[in-house]
Nanobody, 120 residues
């Protein structure tokens, strides 16, 4: 069983910063990539940023230059969010694409989500 646990969400004023963390645990053989997605009320879930096991990163155009994704070890990832905007209020989800055993195929796992509210 694999678990992804997010932390660090909360309320911040427009222009402020928050740092989200995600820790993966459980039966994990290897993690190919970790990332963050968000879902605002009435909207589809969208990519925010990803980082691979080799350190390659990918960002949504809307967050480039303001958000930074990192991995401090093989099972943890963080998202530093600066200059947040009210439109970025959403539930932020941690995602990991991983193999739980040496024989298993990679698949995606999701955390339970953490609320980020940006007041204008």
């Amino acid at each position: 069983q694999v678990q992804l646990v997010e932390s660090g969400g909360g309320l911040v004023q427009s222009g402020g910063s928050l740092r989200l963390s995600c820790a993966a645990s459980g039966s994990i053989f290897s993690i190919h990539a970790m990332g963050w997605y968000r879902q605002a009320p009435g909207k589809q879930r969208e990519l925010v940023a990803t980082v691979t096991s080799s350190g390659s990163t990918n960002y949504a155009d809307s967050v480039k230059g303001r958000f930074t994704i990192s991995r401090d070890n093989a099972k943890n990832t963080e998202l530093q969010m600066n200059r947040l905007e009210a439109e970025e209020t959403a539930v932020y989800y941690c995602n990991a694409r991983l193999r739980s055993t040496i024989a298993s195929l990679p698949r995606a796992y999701w955390g339970q989500g953490t609320q980020v509210t940006v007041s204008s």
